[in-house]
């Protein structure tokens, strides 16, 4: 099932230099295999742009798009209480630190 808005709004559109990113999952393992106890987390910086901002999307020097992967820095992340699981953060484009992309591709549009 599918989570609904918890106001009463559909869309959120971030402005200025600006982009909304739904950050990954929280990991509770290690890459070794080490099961973490519950208040002991590796910090998140890793999500999906989900929206991005007028001027960011007009402009060609920003490689950043939609759905792309980005590695970001979560210190001046604003979070959002738009969505049930509040997942969602605005986010400077400039505490946006890369873009994860497949060997040969651009942008996530091709």
């Not at 929280?26 to 991005?52: D, F, Q, Y």
């Not at 605005?90 to 890369?98: D, F, G, H, Y």
């Amino acid at each position: 099932m599918k989570s609904k808005p918890v106001g009463k709004w559909d869309v959120i559109e971030p402005v200025g230099k600006r982009v909304v990113i739904r950050k990954d999952e929280n990991k509770r393992e290690t890459k070794s295999g080490i099961v973490l106890p519950g208040n002991h987390e590796i910090p998140v910086l890793t999500g999906r742009v989900i929206a991005i901002s007028k001027l960011i999307e007009r402009d060609e020097d920003f490689p950043i798009r939609k759905l792309d992967k980005v590695l970001f820095d979560p210190r001046e992340a604003v979070p959002v209480e738009f969505e049930a699981d509040n997942r969602l953060f605005v986010v400077p484009l400039e505490k946006v630190l890369a873009i994860f992309r497949r060997a040969g591709t651009e942008t996530a549009d091709e």
